[in-house]
């Protein structure tokens, strides 16, 4: 088994220190971590973060698909051998038709290469030669067999470019970039959305660990009550019914120890699940604790999230992304156009018969005495009457923008609710936090106070369980209140993107956590 330390490091002017070390044996195998680290470990190694980097490589390699369509590209196709013999037949005017067997072997290769245009047309080059062997078998010769060996050779040059309409690889560019950034800022929210349910995890696995303590102290002042209510009892100074109260008092706090660790252990393993580590590693946990308080400028908090959450970069990119959508739209019923040509020069070998080299070399010689292939096709596409499809589809990509629009509106003035949430919890926290840290001060000073006047008889027992009981609700309640104080601050960085306590931008140490991976 490994032992996992995690240790946060913050401010050395605090008020409040704790340290909690979880009773369990040291092997000499041994893990030790920091707080950093475990956060390090979850932007790593949890399954939130691998997803999310899967999503995102999709993401980027549509866009470099994309970006690749403007690259040329050099295709080439071998086909050796192609063979293939059928029956077919053969329609006579004054008769059944005949069925004659035709047989091929054909070997052929063809290459092409194509330039593309950053106006989205393209130029290309393809060059086709293959060799065939024909024969065929007659029918109405008693099946007479004719053969003949065939050369081809051809080149070509190709042009087109699509006219009086938008260039559709530029936009198609464009939206896969939009989608990539988008997804990028989803990634970015999603690293801080895992910092933060660590930082939750870990005060969680924390609070199970004081948890475990306070019921051990409690347990431990349970067993000195027993054993003093046994004294007193043997020399006559309290009934025996008190000794009962103190006996069931302790075995009360026997099972709350046995249910503190075992909370505990589901805890850890929950912490252990969230931050990717191995179930079958043990924990064990020494924390330094301390809290500070610092001042929150409400509009200085506005500004930086207005600024810099990422929500209104994706809600933007939303309103370009259905930009495109309304141009997509409008294409419907616009004019269209293209022009395209084609140059080509083909050589078929001339001669009945012979090697590959001589019947290509005539298929060669044939370029010169056979006219080129060539052509150029202007075209232009309009609908006259679409009974108001083209309109229909623009009037729905026109409702999307404005929603989109709305969005991105109403995204702000949510931002804006959230950080004056997080900043009036903040001070509730920071204002609650003080009072049951005194709320505690005062418990433990009331309990030895107590502690002492039951050892003089000045009180029973129940009297000491009461107050027994006090001061673990008021540990607890400050346990609580210093969880939701660091918690409200962790909230704080992440809604308005910005350290109040180191004053700096949060998005560094995002950028930071990304160079240590």
């Known amino acids: 088994m490994k032992h996992i330390f995690l240790k946060r ?52 390699s549509a866009y470099q698909y994309r970006k690749a369509e403007f690259k040329p590209r050099l295709d080439a196709g071998i086909y050796t051998p192609a063979w293939n013999e059928i029956v077919t037949p053969i329609q006579q005017v004054d008769g059944l038709p005949v069925y004659n067997s035709i047989g091929s072997i054909k070997y052929s290769g063809d290459m092409a290469f194509t330039y593309m245009l950053p106006t989205g047309g393209n130029f290309a080059l393809s060059a086709e030669l293959y060799r065939d062997n024909l024969s065929t078998t007659l ?43 988008r997804f990028s800022n989803q990634f970015k929210r999603g690293q801080m959305d895992i910092i933060y349910e660590v930082t939750q995890g870990f005060y969680q696995l924390y609070r199970a660990t004081r948890e475990v303590e306070i019921a051990e102290e409690k347990l431990k002042n349970a067993e000195e009550a027993a054993r003093i209510a046994r004294i007193k009892a043997e020399n006559g100074r309290i009934p025996e019914v008190d000794v009962l109260i103190t006996q069931v008092d302790l075995a009360r706090s026997q099972a709350i120890v046995s249910e503190s660790r075992n909370a505990f252990e589901r805890e850890k393993d929950s912490f252990k699940h969230l931050v990717g580590l191995s179930l079958d590693e043990d924990i064990q946990i020494v924390t330094d ?34 930009k495109i959508e309304v141009k997509r739209a409008k294409r419907f019923s616009e004019l269209k156009g293209n022009i395209s040509a084609y140059y080509d020069v083909t050589g078929v070998s001339t001669i009945p018969s012979g090697d590959s080299r ?8 044939n370029f010169v005495d056979r006219r080129p292939n060539r052509g150029v096709t202007f075209s232009i596409s309009y609908p006259i009457f ?20 709305l969005e991105l509106e109403d995204t702000k003035k949510l931002i804006i609710r959230q ?31 107590s502690r002492k006047r039951f050892e003089n008889g000045d009180i029973n ?57």
């Open 461 to 517: 027992s129940q009297q000491l369980a009461l107050e027994q009981e006090r001061l673990a609700d008021s540990q607890l309640s400050y346990l609580d209140a210093f969880i939701t104080y660091q918690l409200q601050v962790a909230d704080l960085k992440r809604k308005t993107l910005w350290d109040f306590e180191g004053k700096r931008s949060y998005l560094q140490e995002i950028a930071g956590a990304d160079q240590t991976q």
């Open 419 to 449: 950080v004056r949430d997080v900043v009036r919890s903040l001070e509730e926290a920071k204002k609650r936090l003080k009072i049951h840290e005194q709320n505690q001060q005062v418990a433990q000073m009331t309990y030895e106070i």
């Open 358 to 365: 001589e019947l290509f070399q005539s298929s060669f010689d």
């Open 289 to 322: 604790l301390k809290y500070d308080t610092f001042v929150v400028n409400l509009d200085r908090a506005i500004e930086s999230a207005l600024a810099h959450r990422l929500e209104l970069d994706e809600a933007e990119l939303n309103i370009e992304l259905q």
């Open 9 to 60: 490091n913050l401010k050395p002017h605090a008020k409040l220190t704790i340290i909690c070390l979880l009773v369990m044996p040291i092997l000499v195998f041994s893990r030790v971590l920091t707080y950093s680290d475990a956060i390090n470990i979850a932007l790593n190694q949890s399954y939130t973060i691998k997803s999310f980097e899967q999503n995102k490589l999709a993401m980027e």
């Open 386 to 405: 679409d009974w108001g499809r083209g309109a229909a589809l623009e009037q729905r990509a026109q409702a999307y923008m404005r929603d989109y629009e």
């Open 139 to 181: 029918a109405t010769q008693n099946y007479r067999t004719l053969a003949t060996n065939k050369a081809y050779t051809r080149l070509a040059f190709s042009f087109n470019q699509p006219v009086f309409t938008a260039n559709e690889k530029k936009e198609n560019l464009d939206e896969a970039k939009y989608y990539f950034d």
